[in-house]
Each structure stands twice: as structure tokens, then as C-alpha cells.
């Protein structure tokens, strides 16, 4: 096992491990299945996002502050536009092509899909990820290539700009 793998195994553990106590108050009756839980997360992990792209626990951290403020200025603009006669929505589709690996943007779209106004509705052959928004002109390409490339950061990868695909995809 290298040095890259033996970090991935450590730091997921780690990040796995901390998941599942807070999830559980650190009961000790749920430390004994959560070792079982952890050990399969881990495991389930590496099959997604392979230890060539290790993921960056400080990174992972740095990144909840924007995610949190992501989703609070989402709330209140899908608010603002519910309480609104003129909604002004202009749904549509954006093609967000990113170098992350699949697991890698499964989890981007996880997060996309959490934000208010986009969920994230698939990959089209391309391996880009198709997010749909309530408004094309609310600049969503701008904040998706954000959190696209965050999440390389996370996985020190580079991720290329986001391309838009209008109503068709």
C-alpha cells in the first residue's frame, strides 16, 4: 500500500468515524456497529474516489463555512421569489463538466442538490453533470464552477469552467 493510500484509508477513517458519533452521541452501544459502518464507508469511498485523489480533511472543513452561507442566500432568494408576484423564474439546464472522478461528482452533485434553486439531475454521456435551476440569468454557471472547483480543492484536482447547456441540456 503507498504512502497516498495509507492517508486516503487514514484520513476517511477519521472523517467516517467523526460522522458517526455525532450521528449517535457517541453512545457506547453504537461504537461496536460503527466500526462496521466505518470500516464499509471507508471501503465504499475508496471504490468511488480511488487514492489518487486523496481527499484534504482541512479542506472538507474550510469548505462547510461557504456551503452553509450557499445555502442561506439560496433560502432566502427561493423565499424572496415565493413571496414575490413576479417570481422571475427562467428555468433552464446547466452542464457543469468537472475532472472529478464519478464519486467525486456524485458528491458535488449531492451538495448542488442541497442548495435551494438547483438540484443536480444526472451525467449526460460526456461525463458533465446536469444541474437545473430556477432562473438561467441568476448567474448559477458562476456559483456551480465555485463549489466545482471547491470540491477539487478538496480533492486536489483541477476543475475546468462549467459550460452552459440552455433548456435542453
Known amino acids: 500500500m503507498s504512502k497516498r493510500q495509507i492517508k486516503a484509508v487514514l484520513h476517511r477513517t477519521a472523517l467516517c468515524a467523526l460522522v458517526w458519533l455525532v450521528l449517535t452521541g457517541a ?14 464507508s471507508v471501503w465504499l469511498s475508496l471504490r468511488l474516489l480511488p487514492a489518487r485523489h486523496p481527499l484534504v480533511l482541512w479542506r472538507m472543513l474550510a469548505h ?8 442561506i442566500i439560496g433560502g432566502l432568494d427561493v423565499a424572496r421569489r415565493a413571496l414575490s408576484r413576479d417570481m422571475g423564474l427562467r428555468p433552464g439546464w446547466i452542464a457543469l463538466r468537472s475532472d472529478l ?27 458533465a453533470l446536469l444541474v437545473h435551476v430556477l432562473d438561467t440569468d441568476a448567474g448559477f454557471e458562476r456559483a ?6 471547491a470540491f477539487a480543492r478538496i480533492a486536489e484536482i483541477e476543475a475546468p469552467a462549467p459550460r452552459r447547456g440552455g433548456r435542453d441540456g
Open 27 to 40: 453512545a457506547p452501544g453504537a461504537l461496536l456497529p460503527g466500526a462496521v459502518v466505518v470500516g464499509a
Open 64 to 71: 462547510l463555512p461557504r456551503f452553509v452561507s450557499g445555502s
Open 101 to 127: 472522478p464519478p464519486g467525486g461528482r456524485v458528491a458535488l452533485g449531492a451538495e448542488v442538490s442541497l442548495m435551494p434553486g438547483t438540484l443536480a439531475a444526472g451525467t449526460r454521456a460526456d461525463g
Open 144 to 149: 456551480l464552477d465555485g463549489e466545482a472547483k
